[in-house]
């Protein structure tokens, strides 16, 4: 199966409804209604499937091993997680994954300078890539230290107050999970 991550819900349902008009039956959206399906009942979907077109969320979701790629520019971080997700058992042999200089759309969701520092990095490494080869470029991107914006935010990040209070208010099969979700910090 074929992996296109894209950075743009909009641009995403774009290109979902052209490969559907092409592969009828054959490509799907992780967000088109896969979460409807228990984890057995996706993977039987999954095998069936061709292409899958999705944003980054599949990314933190899903144990998939998709042949091929085709990303849309990103952090290193975010590229990793792609990486992770293209020949994730090492079935095959390396196989190449696109990485498009340009995104189809103009407002960035990243850092335009954080994006354009990574993809320099990507491209100045050897092929196949090794895991070391991707912490070793994360390295390169992000240095040894936090930008000033960035460590606040990962501040902000770290100390928001239901993150904090992750272990009191969830509890897997309650109905505190739900509430925590939809009612914001408690």
């Known amino acids: 199966m074929v992996a296109y991550y894209l950075n743009d819900v909009e641009d995403h349902s774009i290109l979902l409804q052209h490969f559907k008009s092409l592969f009828y039956g ?3 959206s992780y967000s088109d209604g ?5 984890l057995p009942a996706t993977d039987k979907l999954f095998k069936k499937l061709k292409i899958l077109v999705s944003t980054q969320v599949v990314e933190v979701s899903l144990d998939i091993d998709f042949e091929q790629g085709f990303t849309e520019p990103a952090p290193i971080d975010a590229i ?5 997700r293209i020949n994730r058992y090492t079935k095959r042999s390396p196989t190449k994954v696109r990485i498009f200089s340009k995104q189809s759309h103009s407002y960035n969701i990243y850092d335009a300078d954080l994006t354009d520092k990574s993809l320099k990095v990507l491209s100045s490494l050897p ?6 080869d991707l912490n070793q470029a994360a390295d390169r991107v992000y ?9 606040v935010e990962y501040e902000e990040g770290l100390n928001y107050n239901r993150l904090k209070k992750f272990k009191k208010f969830l509890i897997a ?3 505190s999970a739900t509430s925590l979700s939809s009612t914001g910090s408690k």
């Open 127 to 132: 092929n196949p890539l090794g895991e070391e």
């Open 80 to 84: 990793v997680q792609c990486l992770g």
């Open 26 to 28: 054959q490509c799907s």
């Open 34 to 38: 896969f979460e409807n399906y228990e």
């Open 143 to 151: 240095g040894k230290d936090y930008s000033c914006d960035n460590k």
């Open 173 to 175: 099969g309650t109905d």
